[in-house]
T-cell receptor, first 114, second 117 residues
Framework: DGGITQSPKYLFRKEGQNVTLSCEQNLNHDAMYWYRQDPGQGLRLIYYSQIVNDFQKGDIAEGYSVSREKKESFPLTVTSAQKNPTAFYLC?????????????FGPGTRLTVL | AQSVTQPDIHITVSEGASLELRCNYSYGATPYLFWYVQSPGQGLQLLLKYFSGDTLVQGIKGFEAEFKRSQSSFNLRKPSVHWSDAAEYFCAVARGGIKAAGNKLTFGGGTRVLVKP
């Protein structure tokens, strides 16, 4: 079955540590996205990528980094510079090119900073 | 700047009753609007979307939404709620023109729906 996988489901981190969240898709989508979800705030865009080896900052990119070396993969690193990293992180993908294309979401990773 | 407001944080509805979730948007150009549903601890699933044409759009799971330009609203409705509809619902607007580089979405804060037996 085609879809998006995110791992791990739950992640615990000590303050000051970097951590990388995995996102893989087998939908053959060019575009991929990372969102952060906090209670009552909906989803906010961290980074997005329309094509391999290219990505752009979203609305809340500070303290995060990404790479896009393969079409299927878009890992997100939460760095120690992110002031409040505890949140639910969602990865999505879509066909690129048009704003009306549906985004498909993974099941999410819940990150907790201890 | 675009924004999406979902005025109701929580709604409780009895099973079999009708449901309406409100969504108001602020966007200068033609809006491209979406409703997504999220079950607890899961990702989001698209219920329906509106781009143009008929202002009443049908989606999956028996949901529909009506676009009202004069009210800047895109409310979601379901005539008869099932217990499985308990979830969080998000309204979103796509930014940029139809061929903007990157279909970025602006989401509302969400409405959590509780279904009473």
């Amino acid at each position: 079955d085609g879809g998006i996988t995110q791992s791990p489901k739950y992640l615990f981190r000590k303050e000051g540590q970097n951590v990388t969240l995995s996102c893989e898709q087998n939908l053959n989508h060019d575009a991929m996205y990372w969102y952060r979800q906090d209670p009552g705030q909906g989803l906010r865009l961290i980074y997005y990528s329309q094509i391999v080896n290219d990505f752009q900052k979203g609305d809340i990119a500070e303290g995060y980094s990404v790479s896009r070396e393969k079409k299927e993969s878009f890992p997100l690193t939460v760095t120690s510079a992110q002031k409040n990293p505890t949140a639910f992180y969602l990865c999505a993908s879509s066909v690129a090119g048009q704003v009306t294309n549906e985004q498909f979401f993974g099941p999410g990773t819940r990150l907790t900073v201890l | 700047a675009q924004s999406v407001t979902q005025p109701d944080i929580h709604i409780t509805v009895s099973e079999g009753a009708s449901l309406e979730l409100r969504c108001n948007y602020s966007y200068g150009a033609t809006p491209y609007l979406f409703w997504y549903v999220q079950s607890p601890g899961q990702g989001l699933q698209l219920l329906l979307k509106y781009f143009s044409g008929d202002t009443l759009v049908q989606g999956i799971k028996g949901f529909e939404a009506e676009f009202k330009r004069s009210q800047s609203s895109f409310n979601l409705r379901k005539p008869s709620v099932h217990w499985s509809d308990a979830a969080e619902y998000f309204c979103a607007v796509a930014r940029g023109g139809i061929k903007a580089a990157g279909n970025k979405l602006t989401f509302g804060g969400g409405t959590r729906v509780l279904v009473k037996p």
